[in-house]
């Protein structure tokens, strides 16, 4: 992948933009960016977000990169997408904004998130590559535990009163967790999707 420029000493730094636009995927396409705002009129959080995607385009192209890898912006997005289906001019907004929190993990600029957000990862993973789905106890159990058992106890008992909740409306069922059939073509899949990020991040080099 392209080396960033330092972080800036300055507010305004069009490195950056140029940067964004040269290497995030989809980043040509913010010149088409007409600040319509129908991207953050269609994010279901967007009233949650200090910036909102619109603002946030507007950061880059003004070349703010400390207070874009600094946005919440980037971590409140939940992928629903409408943002990528609804733009007049067919800007992959959300596949921008998870590039740029990944730059700002990678610069560190957000070192608590991404604490956090590898904790739960790592469960969801770990679910989806043993049993071919995900199942919502085996996450939880493996997020809260990982602070250790005293810090799992705790969070459990935080969350029985949901728990039970979600079971009586059999939202979280019982048992042992079902796996999927044909376990072994699920790894094929991951294993080509490996092969695939592979190449693409020796290609941007």
Not at 26 to 33: E, F, N, V
Not at 86 to 112: D, S, W
């Amino acid at each position: 992948m392209t080396t960033m420029s330092p972080t800036p000493t300055r507010p305004y730094d069009l490195g950056f933009t140029r940067w964004v636009y040269q290497n995030i995927d989809g980043g040509d396409r913010m010149a088409l960016c007409m600040q319509c705002g129908v991207c953050s009129g269609s994010c279901p959080l967007s009233t949650t977000m200090d910036n909102g995607p619109r603002k946030t385009f507007m950061m880059i192209r003004a070349g703010m990169k400390d207070a874009v890898l600094k946005s919440d912006t980037l971590w409140n997005c939940v992928s629903c997408y409408n943002c990528v289906v609804r733009c007049p001019r067919h800007v992959p907004v959300a596949y921008i904004l998870h590039e740029l929190a990944t730059l700002a993990v990678r610069e560190g600029y957000a070192p608590a998130r991404t604490s956090e957000t590898n904790k739960f990862v790592k469960g969801f993973t770990w679910s989806f590559e043993t049993f071919g789905r995900t199942d919502e106890r085996i996450i939880s159990l493996f997020y809260y535990f990982q602070d250790g058992f005293v810090a799992g106890i705790k969070k459990l008992l935080a969350f029985k009163s949901i728990a039970f909740a979600f079971v009586k409306v059999g939202r979280l069922p019982l048992g042992l967790p079902h796996r999927i059939k044909n376990r072994g073509e699920l790894k094929k899949m991951l294993a080509a999707a490996a092969a695939i990020e592979a190449r693409h991040t020796a290609g941007r080099k």
